[in-house]
């Protein structure tokens, strides 16, 4: 019931600014801070630092929305 344009998730990591934010493979943004739109499904999180190496990953579902 939430217009999509307001459907976003902050992404943020503490310590370095450097970072860069994946999902599914592609790059949804870098920095600290990053708003992400969800999609439904499946999903895989993952944070990098500047020389593409894996800081942290999660994998997560979201429900209740209409893939693409």
């Not at 344009?5 to 370095?16: A, C, F, T, W």
């Not at 970072?19 to 708003?35: I, K, L, P, Q, Y």
């Amino acid at each position: 019931d939430i217009p999509i344009n307001h459907q976003r998730v902050e992404l943020s990591s503490r310590g370095s600014e450097e970072v860069s934010w994946m999902v599914d493979g592609a790059t949804v943004g870098n920095g600290g801070e990053v708003g992400w739109t969800p999609s439904g499904g499946q999903h895989k999180l993952i944070l990098t630092d500047p020389n593409g190496k894996e800081l942290d990953a999660v994998t997560f579902e979201v429900r209740g929305t209409i893939s693409p």
